[in-house]
């Protein structure tokens, strides 16, 4: 059976030693792991949290976090050489709390929350900037092949990157990777980005190492319209047995003038639904298997 | 039975007088409109373009585009100002033309393709905003009511506009405007902001003067995953009798770096899926109305 886990942001931005009783919350929600984003130097002791999370019995997964100055993807090399530096420092960060994945857009090339507008690309740039990003991925790859990290590239809304925003743009960056890097797949992109989420998923196949299960308004898993039967049917299909996160972080609001992309703290006990959202993949999951 | 049209951006971004000779073309695959961005000033002759339109037998919507610096929602005066000249300008426009609608994020603030990220609101700035677009919307409205020219309102996703990214936001500011200004739903931004599609057609009821007809993906209608079944019977259901426009201008890419949300030329004759488009859209209204 899949590993189910919960985004630390579903409850703080930035996670620090105060938080760590969010671990136990957590495993009593039916949680059996916590989606820690990267935590910049000095945010956490990783020896002490990797002690929280085994009294707590959570496993841990990591998301990594670029920008432009850490992009993979740049025509500047310091921005580059950042970005390999921030993969190799996450694969370390993995190790030492051991997780033994780091997904995210690895590759860089932030949009909306970089303040940066889509702009055409000319095709000798975009190869270019292909071949930079393998180049980086590999560095990193190698990096992580002297432990048991491995990494997960995730392909984000057209809003959020212009370097790969459906499984076919990542799959063609992957075709230049090491074997040991594989994709994160999260359901909010794809319900955007994909004509079928079964199909792309059946297109990601083994190369899968994440998924993350997100409504298509990021709301509760389960009160959107993203089809999670057939999901299961088709994480199922293709013998998926890695993890998978929830994010239900969006506070939707009906209120005009209030960013809906705009991460906020939760403003009531979400339990409930965060609870029924584990046992409803779960349970999904789990008749899939006996589908006829 | 609805009127179905085709957005000039399928073809050009700026529509010249050159472009004439695709009003017979758009006719030709079946759309009874073309729905044009409001010129700015120099790009088209007024009459010019009604006798073209007119001599191919097409009619015309007009779509608003706001920036920066004509948005009804800023704290700059001059900003809300040319916002609400532009408003008025464009209902000019359409009445020069003979459009009987101007729709799109009227109220302006745009996120993603102003190279802006989101960011928190607070309350009181979130009400002051809501009451200078509600003003700015006024004036428009009272300047279009000279003319048969109606203003319709629409929803943006979290990505391209923090004022209004579903109906519930939408209407919270529509209360407080002139009844005649009306709502434009995108089922673009729908599958990726409401819970549910129909339920939000329904929800919009006699208050929706336009709607548009794009996938999930924004390729060519009936090519993703929207139900447009249940869209047809929700439009049915509330005896939509308004427009419907076809806006499939996303050209897809499997290749690595190349921006899906920038807009890009057509790079192959698309007359066979939008004819087919044409059709599927309009039988599937007409079999709406025969559901059992």
């Known amino acids: 059976m899949n590993l189910v886990g919960l ?12 938080h760590f009783a969010l671990f136990s919350r957590i495993r009593g929600l039916g949680f059996d792991f916590i989606e820690l984003l990267v935590p910049e130097p000095g945010d956490l002791d990783l020896s002490d949290t990797r002690k929280a999370l ?4 959570l496993g841990v997964v990591l ?15 310091a921005s580059r050489q950042s970005g390999i530096e921030y ?99 999260d359901t909010f992109h794809m319900s955007m980005e994909e004509a079928s989420i079964p199909a792309a998923i059946r297109r990601a196949g083994s190369r899968l190492l994440h998924f993350q299960a997100n409504e298509n308004h990021r709301g509760f898993l389960g009160t959107g319209s993203v089809n999670w039967v057939e999901v299961a049917r088709a994480l199922d299909g293709i013998a998926y047995s890695g993890p998978i ?30 609870r029924a959202g584990v046992q409803f993949l779960k349970s999904s999951l789990a008749l899939a298997k006996h589908r006829r």
Not at 54 to 57: G, I, Q
Not at 65 to 74: A, D, I, P, T, Y
């Open 7 to 18: 985004v630390s942001m579903q409850f703080v931005r930035v996670f620090r030693a105060e």
């Open 54 to 57: 085994a009294d707590a019995d």
């Open 63 to 77: 998301a990594a976090r670029v920008n432009l100055q850490r992009n993979l993807c740049s025509t500047e090399a």
């Open 87 to 185: 993969l190799k420092y996450a694969v370390d960060c993995a190790a030492a709390l051991g997780a033994e994945i780091v997904g995210g857009p690895l590759y860089g090339s932030p949009l909306v929350y970089a303040g940066r507008a889509p702009a055409p690309v000319s095709e000798d740039e975009r190869m270019a900037r292909l071949e930079r990003c393998a180049t980086g991925l590999n560095l990193a790859a190698e990096h992580a092949a002297a432990s048991r990290v491995r990494l997960a590239v995730e392909p984000l809304n057209r809003f959020e990157t212009d370097a790969a925003s459906n499984v076919g743009q990542a799959l063609e960056l992957l075709e230049r990777v090491h074997p040991s890097v594989g994709l994160l797949l």
């Open 245 to 274: 996160s929830l994010e239900p972080f969006c506070r939707r609001t009906e209120r005009f003038g209030v960013p809906v992309a705009a991460w906020r703290p939760p403003d009531e006990n979400e339990d409930e639904p965060l």
